[in-house]
DNA sequence: ACGCGATAAATCGTACATTGTTTGTGCAAA
DNA sequence: TTTGCACAAACAATGTACGATTTATCGCGT
């Protein structure tokens, strides 16, 4: 599963995933307000769970804080969006450079099994698409030595999936996609480390550049 | 048994900043347990501001909790520090590019304002050293537009600061920070922004080469 | 020395009190 | 009629206290 250094997931369905989830896919809108006995009664708990899944929220950024004024819900929007992806792009081909050294012929073959249900399913299912695309890169960076790294890119993965699931992938990116893939399992194959780090550069880059044209497409037509 | 009771009672600072405080520092021992009634007595609070406060620290990652049993403190070793530079070296060239490409007449004048002040003190008072060093490089992340990636490199450098407040500088550590503030001031005068990228980079990853080394002679004194 | 059960301790959830903020109303003045 | 303002009531955040449930500890008998 994913990378979790603070025991979140060992909790199942805790009101701070739950609370998360509604923020990240959008049923709980930019800056609304989070208002501590509401969230109770609508969880069917007492305020104190919820007090400190806020804290959590708090501390992950995704809420803020004013004292003796409460929670509100940290916008998820384009600057967010972009912000994130450009740390991806700086991160991940360090990430992806030390895989291609350290890459047993398991991890290949995981690989390409993984890329064989991608191009099986080819878009069809797209929330089957985004785990099966997740689980790839997650084959290349959870060993990764540098666990901060990892587990900071695990945490934009899971922003960014949920903000994508929203649109669908235009026919040039879904090629883009899966050239980039099968590209990469070639360097890797052939341990071109660098070559790989550039390849994902883009394929970040080029990902981030998808979504965020999509949730400029939106606005516009929600403005127009 | 760690907390000084004296900073621990003292007004204005959250029960946050206390703990956070007492982790960073090393008043907290590595994977000690944070038992909330304990840290309750000792600040003159009842629970649940504590608990909070732990929430808050798990979900900025200075704290890991494991279910009915409480919340641990997160070691901040070797590995932890190693993590935070390398993001660092791969971050804060970006960070630094894209300022050269925007300083105003007054960043630099600032800069080198700072940069007279570190050379004044010239590593006399260690811990003034830190806050201009630190004020160096605020200078030129502070208006980034990505606000994301400005403030994860400073909450890294609040901790690395309080790791290397531990620690004195070599003189060849010395000898090369000015050296390369004075360099990466004349590249940013000439707008040579890769320069100045290439130039963060060796300098981020100097500096964490010294922290480590540092922590690591630190360490075989006390096993041996 | 090794389970094993009783006891202590700590976490987690609930209920309540206090304090600060927001909102709505009445009233006077423009 | 509208505007500005004081003031009070409702509301919500923050802090305290306590009971329930889970986990840790320790003494005891084999």
């Given at each position: 599963m994913g990378i979790d250094p603070?025991?979140?997931?060992?909790?199942?369905?805790?009101l701070y995933e739950l609370i998360r989830e509604d923020i990240i896919e959008g049923r709980l809108a930019a800056n609304e307000r989070l208002v501590v006995t509401d969230l109770a009664r609508r969880h069917g708990t007492s305020t104190n769970p919820v007090r400190e899944a806020l804290q959590l929220l708090r501390g992950e950024g995704f809420v803020t804080f004013v004292a003796n004024r409460g929670a509100r819900v940290r916008p998820i929007d384009q600057d967010f969006v972009r912000d994130i992806y450009e740390i991806g792009v700086l991160i991940e081909p360090a990430l992806t450079r030390w895989f291609v050294n350290m890459a047993t012929s398991e991890d290949i073959a995981e690989l390409e099994r993984i890329q064989g249900l991608i191009e099986e399913n080819n878009f069809a299912d797209t929330l089957r698409h985004s785990e099966l695309d997740t689980a790839f890169h997650t084959v290349m960076y959870?060993?990764?030595?540098?666990r901060h790294a990892a587990e900071l890119w695990w945490k934009h993965r899971e922003v960014l999936r949920a903000v994508s699931r929203r649109f669908n992938f235009t026919l040039a990116r879904r090629a883009a996609i899966l050239r980039e893939h099968r590209e990469l399992i070639a360097h890797i194959k052939a341990g071109n480390a660098d070559e790989a780090g550039e390849l994902i550069s883009r394929h970040v880059e080029g990902s981030g550049r998808h979504v965020l044209e999509q949730m400029r497409a939106r606005n516009a037509a929600r403005a127009g």
């Open positions: 603070i025991g979140a997931s060992s909790e199942g369905a805790s959870q060993r990764h030595y540098n």
